[in-house]
């Protein structure tokens, strides 16, 4: 059922109002000739209030709108997406055809908690500081912190590159660039390339308009929630959340909302976490969600709103500085429930030991770096160990399957003395590489 | 107008003269007949918040009034079950959540075997039980006669098997109206359900936990919270304080969190044992489920929900506790629709009445003798442990955890610091308080008498003073370092590290030390006491060998099942100068 109406009353930054308007739903899609879409935000008597997705630069007043009579969808086939890239309203900006396929709601219902499954199985990224140390488990929910200035590109290029699931032929990525700059999306452009038969993209240039970035994380998951249905694992990147949590604010404060903390909208935790509570884990033969998220922190300061938030809607945390994974601060929730239980025994306890032993250290290289002079043999064993763990086990460009980054931390390890490894002595027995004490 | 979850009603469209709505009432909207609730009324136009997603809600759709408040079932078959924020029960959906459609709490089809306990003729009231359904081996449901009923005489009551819905008989009323029993019963979720009084609180809730019992303890009937940022176990916190709390039931809100957490309850409960009676937790169990993706608007119905279905089973004379995790999200769903109903906003935009809202909330826990007239009085209790999550971490700034902290006679306060030096659970022990310590003092005593732990609230006095040294030595410390201080005061430093180590300090997944029992507390307070008083004065390096190793083997003692004989030999050995 389509409504034409040929009038714009108000127009306020991003939000359209049309009068003398009946029949059309909270939530519509509705078209824009000649111009593009918007979503139905609010319906007061006969005024409809529209958000719409390209802003309202040259919207004329005598603007056709057409109403849909049908919320926000987008076409799906599973057999066509892969490789492909969208835009922030589905379509496609690779220069190729639409998809043909069903149409799928992009914000669509919550998944039953009675129907999810308990975490299994987990990710493999091959960058030793995750797989090893902060395993990310199928179904699981984490971000990647960064300071604004901090470029992650490439470590996200490496994720998209390298993830898998062990054991797991069926396994998709799902990309979503949030306010990318062109030259960020020429880089990714390629990383697809590499990955093009198992990856799909969707982006919004920073150019672009930031109501169409409020979408694209929905487009990503409600993509990734229907392969998963199929019985495909996807890991879904997206970066940067701060970009989403910005829009939202743009288009809050256009409609007269009250802002809550640090000028963000009081619904901005129900907002993220209808995105990152899409992650999911179904029981087999139907697959899972993962979702990585990157979102920039003002000042690495962890009580930012947007942060903070993500920090109680998330399973753990994986901060980045300088091209390195903050070891200290991260942390994956989830990891118990396959470490050891799906990885070798030796996971958790040697992972654990060189962790304790790189903390020991850094507090040594402060009392060093306070003028104190370092010369127990034990510390400075110590601080040699700190040193290779962080020259070859901490860098994010590796790509090395599970079992060798756990030899490498065995390696690193038998650089300290065996007696101060804090691990049970029938492991030692078997894996242990440094000499007898 | 719709405007997100916020639906306006025109009253005088509904009906030739308009129709008469009650606030609160409970309606259907549209064709989708989704849930919503009346909370504003002005002129002909009544505002509605809907507790489902309003995507397609278009301006004259009908609305449904039903004449009655938004109501919870209760009866057998509650314990055990999933439910979402407003009594559905979730294993009646699908693989998502439909809109607009009721699974209720009760299974209509599930059959109870009821043993009636009064017989025809006999005079009943309110609150009086009329038999008895063994709904889990831990738990007998008690079939009380519902709230509103007249006192009057039984008609037709029988024994038998019988769905929740049957009929099972009927009360004769005094006002001459005839009113029908069935196993189940409704209540509105927001009117607390009546006692015959309430009590002074005289128990102490055992939670297992030692900061908790020992510094900090929380009465039964009693209420507390535990505020945190997160990552500081929050979540964890509330999950032991459902496995070990020695009460008869647990209601656990899950109110706008992580649904994996959830989901880790669901599955895990039914595996895990009663300590007690070895049953599965789940027999004693009623489980909440609204997670954050879910509609906001739900979040405030799950924890009423939850308190009216807590009161129901005190109600029967059972001690009940009512874990929340977590109130905030309830408060950030109020600030929501506040916002769009155009309230002027107070602090962080929270709406005036936030603080006197979840006072209200708070004070349905408490120790009360149940309504009745036949028989021996019932007591029941329920008590309220609700978990807050503060914008930004900031305990201080956030209204509603600042509310709660007025409020809540126990106040339990994550740390960030302790959480990252993992020393869990990680409370503060000098940023918690307790105000039963005071206002509960005398009961406590006797409490403690009565139990033959006379001494308990000495020990607790001396290792509060302990812990409060210790900390003051190492804030001056920070400053002069461990040489500007005395030996004495370095002391007091060990000691006090040694006892949030090896006393505060639980390990939650250490079968014997994951729940303490009062009786192992006590041995376990009296030979910290005694350590205390030995603890050899020498020089720093010695005594801080001395404590190391110290808590090394009282944490070993605390791991074995038996601990008393552990601690005398380490007594023993500080006392005869051991090492």
Redesign the interface.
Known sequence: MKIVYCDISNIDGPILQVRGV???????QAILPGYGLAKV??????TVFMQSLQGSLGVLTTQRTEFTGR?FELPFNADLVMGRIFDGIGRPRDGRPEIQGEHIPVE????????????QGYIETGIPSIDGANTIVR??KIPIYKLPGEDVNHIVARIIRQARVAGQENFSVVFGGLGLLNEEYLFYREVLEDAAERTIMCVNLGSESPIERLNVPHICCAFAEKLA?AGRHVLVVMTDMLRYADALMEVSNAQG?????DGYP??L??RL??IY??A?N?APPRGSVTIIGVNSVPDND????VA??T???T?GQLPVERGRFVIMKC?SR?KGLVVGKETRKDHGPIMDACVAAYANALGLREQREMGFSITDPVDLAYLKFAGEFERRFLPADQNLPLDQTLDLAWELAALLPKRVMRIKKELLDEFWKGPQD | MVDDNLVVVDLQGMGVAGTPCMMNEETFIGPMHLRGEVIRVRGSHADLQCYEDTTGVMVGHEVRLTGHLIEMELGPGLLGATLDGLGNRLEGFGDFLPRGEIVPALDRNKRWKFEAAVNDGDVVSPGDIIGTVKETELVEHRIMVPPLFARGKIKGLRSGEFTAADVIGHVVGEDGIERELTLMQRWPARIPRPAAARLALSELLNTGVRIIDGLNPIMLGGTACTPGDFGTGKTMCQHDLARHSRVKIVIYVGCGERAGEMVELMKEFPKLKDPESGRPLTERTVLFVNTSAMPVAAREGSILVGATVGEYFRDMGYDVLLLTDSLSRQAQGMREMSGRLGEIPGPQAFPAYISAYLTRWFERAGSVICTGERGERRKGSMTTIAALSPDGGDIAGDPPTQASIQTAKAALILSRKRAAARLFPAFDPLECHSKYLDSSRDALQRFFETRELPLWLTFVEAIRDSVVAGERVKSQMEILGERGISDDEYRKYLLGDLVQKAYLCQNTFEAHDSATSLERHYIMMRFLVHLIDLFPLRDKTSMRRQAEQLIFDITQVNYSEACEGGYQALLDSVAGGGR
């Open positions: 009946s029949g059309v739903g909270m939530g519509e935000v609010k319906i007061q008597g006969d919320p669509g219902p919550v998944v039953n908690p009675d129907r999810r499954a308990m975490g179904g699981q249905l909302k009250i802002p809550s903390r009081g619904d935790y129900s976490a209808r509570e899409r999911v179904f962890l009580s930012h709103i903070n938030l920090g109680y809607i399973e942390l989830l």
